[in-house]
């Protein structure tokens, strides 16, 4: 199983970003899918992800970020707008199941300057 996560950069307060995660060996659709981010020395914390009904999304990220899936492509995507310094992480995608277990990706960079 593969999680490429892709689509960060640097970019300034209230600027957008899209990021990617390409699943291989897992089909996005049928399982929990979810972006996670982790800041300097902080924990990882759950930023997205698909629920039975619908998406959750944490309390700092709401009407904020948007989390996709394109079946076709297996990629599960994270459309984040009016980025803040504090959104500065490092984003992780995450997916599985409990039967299988849940992997992890590479994690991609996000910088917001202020």
């Known amino acids: 199983v593969q999680l490429q996560a892709s689509g960060g950069g640097l970019v300034q307060a209230g600027g957008s970003l899209r990021l990617s995660c390409a699943a291989s060996?897992?089909?996005?659709?049928?399982?929990?899918m979810g972006w996670y981010r982790q800041a300097p020395g902080k924990q990882r914390e759950l930023v997205a992800r698909?629920?039975?009904?619908?998406?959750t999304y944490a309390d700092s990220v709401k009407g904020r970020f948007t989390i996709s899936r394109d079946n076709a492509k297996n990629t599960v995507y994270l459309q984040i707008n009016s980025l803040k310094p504090e959104d500065t992480a490092v984003y992780y995608c995450?997916?599985?199941?409990?039967?299988?277990?849940?992997?992890w990706g590479q994690g991609t960079q996000v910088t917001v300057s202020s």
């Open positions: 995450n997916g599985g199941a409990w039967n299988t277990g849940y992997y």
């Open positions: 060996g897992i089909i996005v659709s049928n399982y929990a």
């Open positions: 698909f629920s039975s009904g619908g998406s």
